[in-house]
């Protein structure tokens, strides 16, 4: 019974340490998003043209170009894990995509940050490159963040035709997938020559009820984010007709941006640079970024930090730990018959284990003491250098 105690009070703890007042280490972070970022993504974006699965070759062939070059955007900063969602519409293969970073403490539960980049008449500089726009710039600046919860970047397609990439994901891509929360953007831009000070959060007040409640708290949440990190106002309204309906349908929590001074243009050929704000994009990103930081737990005590020398070639297995034993293998014939001091550190930078062998074979085992279920860092240090790494002990 007290093994199940300390397990729920330290996840209470975790959750506690992230209630949301302003974080310096966010706010760091959401420091690094910038104007000029912000400004080339939409002016890449909108240089494809109309990106159209439902339309001919040439509106077709720029969709597949725009999804070429989110690829490369991402694993231009660092993404590994990107890949393409397919699926036929309109007799054409189109394509999610799908970029995932992995979380230290609940990597398999994901918060999903989306947007469509599919256009409708235009090249679709507010709807929606100015989402598509802000989804990179966090992506960019969040790539070595380290966060609690797994992060999943998302640009779907054929959403104009019906919410049909979101759809499709939802439905057969993330079955099984346990999602936290799903974040969408769409359009906000904003409107030329208006003063765009106030963003719209948008909450599910929609059917099934039994997911309301929950959205509520964290539009709330969101919309607080957003006037910490950002210059903007907020406003709280209901969530309809864009791609987190379709998550919403099977029950997830969802929340949402929409632009409050709503362009006249959209979908139409005047959806055009000149014709929305990106000042007010920038403001809507940086917010976001907080907003995001906060709903998958980044905090910078949970990066593990190896350092590229030999004790890289230290081995630590299995992971997880069981049975209370746990072995060092020793990859390089200079660490051999070497003195190996150890700590078991907890998730609170607790010390709660010291000791030392030495290494006289290949591989060692160490006997632990018995500990509770949870997640930990073993850190190795032999002649005053350090290799650290994360362990679970089941």
Same mark, same amino acid.
């Given at each position: 019974? *007290?093994?199940?105690?300390?397990?729920?009070?330290?996840?209470?703890?975790?959750?506690?340490?992230?209630?949301?007042?302003?974080?310096?280490?966010?706010?760091?972070? !959401?420091? +690094?998003?910038?104007?000029?970022?912000?400004? +080339?993504?939409? @002016?890449? $974006?909108?240089?494809?043209?109309? %990106?159209?699965?439902?339309?001919?070759?040439?509106?077709?062939?720029?969709?597949?170009?725009?999804?070429?070059?989110?690829?490369?955007?991402?694993?231009?900063?660092?993404?590994?894990?990107?890949?393409?969602?397919?699926?036929? &519409?309109?007799?054409?293969?189109?394509?999610?995509?799908?970029?995932?970073?992995?979380?230290?403490?609940?990597?398999?539960?994901?918060?999903?940050?989306?947007?469509?980049?599919?256009?409708?008449?235009?090249?679709?500089? @507010?709807?929606?490159?100015?989402?598509?726009?802000?989804?990179?710039?966090?992506? *960019?600046?969040?790539? +070595?963040?380290?966060?609690?919860?797994?992060?999943?970047?998302?640009?779907?397609?054929?959403?104009?035709?019906?919410?049909?990439?979101?759809?499709?994901?939802?439905?057969?891509?993330?079955?099984?997938?346990?999602?936290?929360?799903?974040?969408?953007?769409?359009?906000?831009?904003?409107?030329?020559?208006?003063?765009?000070?106030?963003?719209?959060?948008?909450?599910?007040?929609?059917?099934?009820?039994?997911?309301?409640?929950?959205?509520?708290?964290?539009?709330?949440?969101?919309?607080?984010?957003?006037?910490?990190?950002?210059?903007?106002?907020?406003?709280?309204?209901?969530? &309809?007709?864009?791609? &987190?309906?379709?998550?919403?349908?099977?029950?997830?929590?969802?929340?949402?941006?929409?632009?409050?001074?709503?362009?006249?243009?959209?979908?139409?050929?005047?959806?055009?640079?000149?014709?929305?704000?990106?000042?007010?994009?920038?403001?809507?990103?940086?917010?976001?970024?907080?907003?995001?930081?906060? $709903?998958?737990?980044?905090?910078?005590?949970?990066?593990?930090?190896?350092?590229?020398?030999?004790?890289?070639? !230290?081995?630590?297995?299995? #992971?997880?730990?069981?049975?209370? *034993?746990?072995?060092?293998?020793?990859?390089?014939?200079?660490?051999?018959?070497?003195?190996?001091?150890?700590?078991?550190?907890?998730?609170?930078?607790?010390?709660?284990?010291?000791?030392?062998?030495?290494?006289?074979?290949?591989?060692?085992?160490?006997?632990?003491?018995? $500990?509770?279920?949870?997640?930990?860092?073993?850190?190795? #240090?032999?002649?005053?250098?350090?290799? *650290?790494? %994360?362990?679970?002990? %089941?």
């Amino acid at each position: 019974m *007290r093994s199940y105690f300390i397990s729920f009070l330290f996840l209470l703890l975790v959750e506690l340490s992230f209630a949301q007042t302003w974080n310096a280490y966010h706010q760091n972070i !959401v420091d +690094n998003c910038t104007l000029s970022n912000t400004t +080339n993504n939409i @002016n890449e $974006f909108v240089a494809f043209g109309e %990106k159209n699965a439902a339309s001919n070759n040439t509106k077709y062939n720029n969709l597949v170009a725009a999804k070429n070059w989110l690829i490369s955007k991402y694993q231009s900063y660092g993404y590994t894990d990107v890949v393409e969602d397919n699926f036929t &519409y309109n007799g054409k293969t189109v394509t999610n995509v799908v970029v995932t970073k992995i979380g230290e403490l609940y990597p398999n539960t994901f918060v999903i940050i989306d947007g469509h980049y599919d256009t409708l008449n235009g090249v679709g500089a @507010n709807d929606n490159g100015s989402g598509v726009s802000l989804i990179l710039e966090i992506a *960019r600046v969040m790539v +070595n963040v380290p966060t609690a919860y797994s992060i999943k970047f998302i640009n779907f397609t054929v959403e104009e035709q019906g919410l049909h990439g979101s759809y499709y994901y939802a439905n057969t891509t993330s079955l099984g997938l346990d999602i936290r929360y799903v974040f969408n953007i769409d359009e906000v831009g904003g409107v030329a020559g208006m003063t765009n000070n106030t963003i719209t959060c948008e909450s599910d007040q929609g059917i099934p009820n039994s997911n309301n409640e929950a959205s509520a708290i964290l539009t709330n949440e969101l919309a607080t984010s957003i006037e910490l990190y950002s210059s903007l106002n907020t406003q709280i309204s209901y969530a &309809y007709n864009s791609d &987190y309906m379709s998550f919403e349908n099977k029950g997830e929590i969802i929340t949402g941006l929409y632009e409050t001074n709503e362009t006249p243009y959209a979908h139409t050929s005047s959806d055009i640079i000149a014709n929305m704000d990106i000042p007010y994009v920038f403001e809507i990103t940086k917010g976001s970024a907080g907003a995001l930081l906060h $709903f998958a737990q980044a905090n910078e005590s949970l990066k593990v930090n190896d350092e590229y020398n030999e004790l890289t070639n !230290v081995k630590v297995f299995p #992971n997880p730990i069981r049975n209370n *034993r746990v072995n060092f293998m020793f990859n390089s014939a200079n660490l051999i018959n070497k003195k190996v001091d150890v700590k078991l550190v907890d998730i609170l930078g607790n010390t709660i284990l010291k000791t030392s062998f030495n290494s006289t074979t290949k591989i060692s085992q160490l006997e632990l003491n018995q $500990f509770n279920v949870g997640v930990y860092f073993i850190v190795v #240090n032999i002649e005053g250098k350090e290799k *650290r790494q %994360k362990v679970m002990i %089941k």
